[in-house]
């Protein structure tokens, strides 16, 4: 069983699988006006148990894409600094210790990072809930 994490944004929007023990299946960003054929596909590919969704930019529209594709429980997560979780998560897995150090700012969105900590902050506030 999995959940699929979304950080909505008007443009580009991050999307991630992962199961109960925090194991990535999927990650990657998307062009927003794409997204919903992605989460199609994404739910055909994977038993999702829940949908996360961030609080933030183009919340509500992503919401609705999904009520529509799907019967699946969407849960609201709270954004605040996920972005910033998610600059020190790559570079812990993508640099030396010499930029973890400077706090280096990786060249790339990091929208899908921000969807696996979207999905981490779920799955630490609802231990006790009953997500295969």
């Known amino acids: 069983m999995h959940l699929m994490a979304i950080d909505p944004g008007r443009d580009k929007s991050g999307i991630a699988i992962i199961d109960k023990n925090r194991k990535i299946y ?10 919903s054929s992605l989460i199609s596909q994404l739910l055909a590919d994977y038993t999702i148990d829940i949908i996360v969704i961030g609080d933030g930019t183009y919340c509500e529209e992503i919401r ?24 020190n998560k790559y570079r812990r897995e993508k640099q030396n210790w010499l930029f973890r150090l400077i706090k280096w700012k990786p060249a790339r969105p990091l929208d899908d990072y921000v969807a696996v900590i979207l999905a981490e902050r779920y799955l630490k506030n609802n231990s006790s809930q009953n997500f295969q």
């Open 26 to 35: 999927f990650k990657d960003i998307v062009i927003t006006d794409n997204i």
């Open 64 to 87: 609705k894409i999904i009520i529509r594709q799907s019967q699946i429980p969407v849960s609201i997560v709270n954004e605040a600094y996920s972005t910033l979780e998610a600059e």
